[in-house]
């Protein structure tokens, strides 16, 4: 499966984004989607995820912010970014795998990164 993430974008703190993550060549509804992000001079980290049966999963950070959904019918994955924080700046990047994990290396497939940069 093939991933393609965009949405990222300069904004001012209190914003709101939404990151969208197509994919081509297999059924997102085979996968597990997760979001991933990486700061500068940082590991990457866990965001949010959501399994095939549609259940949410997401890092203490963000939780209660940003939301995560699919739609099998446009092959596509959202995460809705409210209320922004400086500290969410990072690249962002969408990734498929089998189960859920927080743990990057479970995730087989992914989509390149876009940017986002909060103000403050």
């Known amino acids: 499966v093939q991933l393609q993430a965009s949405g990222g974008g300069l904004v001012q703190a209190g914003d709101s984004l939404r990151l969208s993550c197509a994919a081509s060549?297999?059924?997102?509804?085979?996968?597990?989607m997760a979001w991933f992000r990486q700061a500068p001079g940082k590991e990457r980290e866990f965001v949010a995820a959501?399994?095939?049966?549609?259940?949410?999963f997401y890092a203490d950070s963000v939780k209660g912010r940003f939301t995560i959904s699919r739609d099998n019918g446009k092959n596509t994955v959202y995460l809705q970014m409210d209320s922004l924080k400086p500290e969410d700046t990072a690249v962002y990047s969408c990734?498929?795998?089998?189960?859920?994990?927080?743990?990057?290396?479970?995730?087989?497939?992914w989509g390149q990164g876009t940017q986002v940069t909060v103000s403050s």
């Open positions: 959501i399994s095939r049966s549609e259940s949410t």
């Open positions: 060549g297999r059924t997102l509804s085979s996968y597990t």
């Open positions: 990734a498929a795998g089998g189960i859920y994990s927080a743990k990057d290396s479970i995730y087989a497939y």
